[in-house]
DNA sequence: ACATCCCCTTAGCC
DNA sequence: AGGCTAAGGGGAT
C-alpha cells in the first residue's frame, strides 16, 4: 500500500480494535477508569476521553472488544495494550489474591478492573496533589496544572491539555503554581520538578529497581511519603506488591482483617481521620504479606469496593 | 443558608 | 521514636 492513498488515510481515521475474550482477558474499562487511580478520564456519551503521552484517548468497550482513537497522532494497539497493562494475567492475579470473602467480594464487583500504566511524571505529580485532598478536589487541581501550563487540543467539541512537562512546572513560579489551587502542595510540586528537570532524579530508573530501593529513592523527593511513593509506584511503575494505605484502606482493613491487628489499634475503625507512620508500616505490610506478589490488585479491588458502597450508601 | 468536618498525607517540631 | 500540629480549598453533611 503506497502511503496517502486514500485507503491509507481512511485507515486512519477508523477506530481501532483490540480482542477481548471475556475469560481470557477479563477488562472492564468502567471500573478501571473509575476506580480513583487516574484522574484526568471523563466520559461524555459513549466514549471515555483522557491524555496520554500528549495524545488524546478516545476509547469505548463493547462485549468483546475495545475500540479506540487517538488525537492528533496515531498510536498503536499496543500503546493502549500497555497503558491499560492488558498483559497482566488477571485470573492468575486473582487465584493469587483471592484469600476471603471480603476480597472475593470485591473481586466479584469488580471484575475487569486492572491496574494502569500511567506515566511516572504525571502519576508522580498527580499523587503528589493527592496529598490530604479528596478526589473531586485532585482532577480539580490537575485540571488546573494543566490548563494552564500544558498545550491545548480540541476533539468532538471538547478542550484537553497535555500534561505540563517538568520543565513547565520547574520555571513556574509559585505564584502561578498557587493558581492553580495547590495550597501548600505548590512549594512540592516546584521543588519536585526542579529535580526532575535537572536530571537529580531519574523517574524511568524506577521500573527496573526493586519495590524496596525504588521506594527509598521515591521517598527523597519532597512531598512524597509513604503512601503517594506506593501510589506511584504502583500505578506507573509496575510494582505490584505496592499496598498504598490511606484512610479508606485502613478503615476498610480494620474492619475486615480485626484479628490480624492489636486489639486497640482495632477497636477505633470508624471515624479514622489519620494514618500514624506506625499504622502505616503495619497495615502496609499486613497487607503485602498477606496478599503476596500482587497485593496491589488486592489493594485496589479493596478501595474501590469500599468506596463504592459509601457512594451507593449516601444515595439512599 | 451556614458552619463544620473531611479529604487516597507530609514534614517539621518536640 | 512516635505523637502532635499546621497546611488550600472544595466537597459533603
Known amino acids: 500500500m503506497k502511503p496517502g492513498s486514500t485507503l491509507d488515510h481512511q485507515k486512519h481515521d477508523a477506530p481501532m480494535n483490540i480482542r477481548l475474550d471475556p475469560t481470557a482477558t477479563p477488562f472492564n474499562l468502567e471500573h478501571t477508569l473509575k476506580c480513583g487511580q487516574a484522574f484526568r478520564w471523563a466520559k461524555h456519551g459513549d466514549w471515555w476521553y483522557g491524555v496520554v503521552s500528549g495524545k488524546i484517548i478516545k476509547l469505548r468497550q463493547t462485549p468483546n472488544k475495545l475500540q479506540f482513537e487517538t488525537f492528533p497522532k496515531k498510536a498503536s494497539i499496543n500503546f493502549v495494550s500497555r497503558y491499560f497493562r492488558l498483559d497482566d494475567d488477571l485470573s492468575h492475579i486473582y487465584s493469587k489474591i483471592d484469600k476471603d470473602r471480603h476480597i472475593h467480594n470485591a473481586i466479584r464487583n469488580l471484575r475487569g478492573l486492572r491496574i494502569l500504566r500511567q506515566e511516572p511524571w504525571e502519576c508522580l505529580i498527580s499523587y503528589i496533589c493527592a496529598t490530604y485532598k479528596n478526589i473531586?478536589?485532585?482532577?480539580?487541581?490537575?485540571?488546573?496544572?494543566?490548563?494552564?501550563?500544558?498545550?491545548?487540543?480540541?476533539?468532538?467539541?471538547?478542550?484537553?491539555?497535555?500534561?505540563?512537562?517538568?520543565?513547565?512546572?520547574?520555571?513556574?513560579?509559585?505564584?502561578?503554581?498557587?493558581?492553580?489551587?495547590?495550597?501548600?502542595?505548590?512549594?512540592?510540586?516546584?521543588?519536585?520538578?526542579?529535580?526532575?528537570?535537572?536530571?537529580?532524579?531519574?523517574?524511568?530508573?524506577?521500573?527496573?529497581?526493586?519495590?524496596?530501593?525504588?521506594?527509598?529513592?521515591l521517598l527523597s523527593l519532597p512531598g512524597v511519603g509513604q503512601k503517594v511513593a506506593d501510589c506511584v509506584l504502583l500505578f506507573s511503575t509496575g510494582k505490584l506488591e505496592a499496598f498504598p494505605v490511606d484512610v479508606w484502606m485502613k478503615r476498610t482493613m480494620l474492619k475486615s482483617y480485626p484479628d490480624y491487628f492489636g486489639k486497640t489499634f482495632a477497636e477505633k475503625a470508624s471515624g479514622i481521620t489519620s494514618i500514624s507512620p506506625s499504622e502505616y508500616r503495619e497495615i502496609n505490610s499486613f497487607g503485602r504479606k498477606y496478599f503476596g506478589e500482587y497485593a496491589g490488585y488486592a489493594q485496589e479491588y479493596l478501595f474501590a469496593c469500599s468506596r463504592r458502597r459509601w457512594q451507593t450508601a449516601k444515595h439512599r
Open 136 to 217: 473531586p478536589a485532585i482532577r480539580q487541581m490537575i485540571f488546573h496544572l494543566s490548563k494552564r501550563f500544558g498545550k491545548q487540543m480540541t476533539l468532538d467539541n471538547h478542550d484537553f491539555y497535555t500534561f505540563p512537562t517538568p520543565k513547565d512546572l520547574a520555571t513556574a513560579s509559585l505564584q502561578e503554581l498557587k493558581s492553580c489551587k495547590l495550597g501548600f502542595r505548590a512549594a512540592n510540586i516546584s521543588r519536585t520538578s526542579q529535580i526532575i528537570d535537572h536530571k537529580k532524579f531519574d523517574l524511568e530508573a524506577l521500573e527496573n529497581a526493586s519495590y524496596e530501593r525504588a521506594k527509598r529513592h
